[in-house]
């Protein structure tokens, strides 16, 4: 009997524990939420043209001058729905957006070379 005791207190505290640490790890994750910056970059893993925002983003130490937030949505479906809204909100068709997509706030850039040119002038002010 006291071993059926020990071993469901034993259960209970392990199950409490990991709890507390999933309720922490939630929490934390909010708070990084509402830390985000203004820009938004969208990319998908193993798209050609994001490569080339991303080269241009690390050969000009862009993430040093300028906080973006980069939401990979090819495999993350809460990232392609963010996605999906920004483009709404600039009058666009989300059932065919692509990217790279840069999000500013209040305005939407796609493609490769746009954002690019989006970046140098953010980054020469």
């Not at 259960?11 to 830390?35: M, V």
């Not at 203004?38 to 983003?57: A, R």
């Not at 993350?76 to 957006?97: F, G, H, P, V, Y």
Request: aromatic content about 10%; proline content about 2%; charged content about 20%.
């Amino acid at each position: 009997m006291k071993k059926k005791t020990i071993i469901s207190m034993v259960l209970f505290i392990i199950f409490f524990i990991f709890s507390i640490i999933i309720l922490i790890k939630n929490n934390n994750q909010k708070i990084n939420d509402s830390i985000t910056s203004d820009i938004i970059l969208f990319y998908g893993d193993g798209c050609p043209h994001c490569l080339i925002v991303e080269d241009y983003i690390n050969d000009n130490n862009v993430l040093d001058k300028i906080n973006i937030t980069q939401k990979e949505v090819y495999y993350d479906e809460l990232n392609a729905q963010a996605l999906r809204e920004k483009a709404s909100l600039c009058n666009l068709d989300t059932n065919s957006i692509g990217v790279p997509f840069l999000w500013d706030s209040s305005n939407c850039y796609i493609g490769d070379q746009e954002i690019i040119n989006f970046l140098k002038s953010k980054i020469s002010q």
